[in-house]
Nanobody, 123 residues
Framework: VQLQASGGGLVQAGGSLRLSCAAS????????MGWFRQAPGKEREFVST????????YYAESVKGRFTISRDRAKNTVYLQMNSLEPEDTAVYYC?????????????????WGQGTQVTVSS
């Protein structure tokens, strides 16, 4: 299974970016998916997660109301729409596929990880 993340870049504070993560290989669409991020010198942290249908979603408090996770099961792709970006959102963003169908905030519940895409927000 391979995950290909894209959509990162440099944006000014208040701007928007849309991250995409396409999964390929022997992967069932019946898995939860999530986004995590890691800033320099910090641990990887949870950003958002969705269950296998896309009907249940959770967000970190720091991004709630600004970020939206969605998925296209037919394409095995998960998206992260990021609005009102802040310099504190600067990090490498990773997508991941969970071990089961539900949502999870714990990195340990994810089996497959993408290579990460850099998001830089300037003030």
């Amino acid at each position: 299974v391979q995950l290909q993340a894209s959509g990162g870049g440099l944006v000014q504070a208040g701007g928007s970016l849309r991250l995409s993560c396409a999964a390929s290989g022997r992967l069932s669409s019946n898995n939860g998916m999530g986004w995590f991020r890691q800033a320099p010198g910090k641990e990887r942290e949870f950003v958002s997660t969705t269950n296998w249908t896309g009907g249940t979603t959770y967000y970190a408090e720091s991004v709630k109301g600004r970020f939206t996770i969605s998925r296209d099961r037919a394409k095995n792709t998960v998206y992260l729409q990021m609005n009102s970006l802040e310099p504190e959102d600067t990090a490498v963003y990773y997508c991941a596929v969970a071990l089961r169908a539900g949502t999870s905030r714990s990195p340990g519940d994810y089996r497959y990880w993408g290579q990460g895409t850099q998001v830089t927000v300037s003030s």
